[in-house]
């Protein structure tokens, strides 16, 4: 007779979701989606893509754009884009194409641009997608002339900005806040 060896599921995943498919999971998740996407242009550390990408698993957004890169390091994703659509663009053209034809609003998180205003006075609605570039080159002059909105985060110390992998955690969840949790959404365990 064959002994079965129960095996720990050693994903980072909630309780819920422990011992489901990968595919199991991504369905169940697609069901509550929240409205807001990602898009990511320009961002040269691998890491801080999947830092980004595992954020917006977290925040259960509806899609993750990637312009310009089709490859990086998903490690710092931790397995994360498993559960999430991510869509890869070849370029800005056709990213901003995509949203005008959707009508989603275009915010791009930067604080290198003299038309930013404060993340913290933005008044989000549904049908929002924030852009997040490069710490060191931002976004590019063509994403920053497609966009609807620029909002940079307030900083209170000596350095002018945090990592962008920080950034997009900070903006993803002012959406949040003010979308979801204000309208008594709340998350599953």
Not at 64 to 70: A, S, T
Request: neutral net charge; hydrophobic residues 40%.
């Amino acid at each position: 007779m064959q002994s079965v060896v129960k095996t720990e599921d050693r994903r980072n995943l909630i309780d819920k979701y422990k011992g489901r498919t990968v595919g199991e999971i991504f369905a169940d998740l697609a069901e509550k989606r929240n409205d807001l996407e990602i898009a990511i242009e320009n961002v040269e550390h691998d890491f801080n893509i999947g830092t980004i990408v595992r954020s917006a698993n977290s925040f259960n957004v509806a899609k993750v754009h990637i312009i310009g890169r089709r490859k990086y390091n998903r490690r710092g994703a931790m397995c994360t884009e498993k559960y999430l659509e991510v869509v890869f663009w070849p370029s800005v053209a056709e990213f901003i194409d995509d949203q005008r034809k959707r009508r989603r609003e275009v915010v791009a998180i930067e604080n290198q641009v003299g038309r930013a205003q404060p993340l913290g006075r933005k008044k989000f609605v549904e049908g929002v997608t924030l852009v997040f570039g490069s710490e060191g080159n931002g976004l590019s002059e063509e994403m920053l002339t497609g966009v609807d909105d620029v909002r940079e985060i307030e900083s209170f110390g000596s350095t002018r900005s945090v990592n962008v992998g920080v950034a997009a955690g900070i903006a993803m969840y002012e959406w949040v806040r003010q979308c979801v949790l204000a309208n008594g959404g709340a998350r599953e365990e």
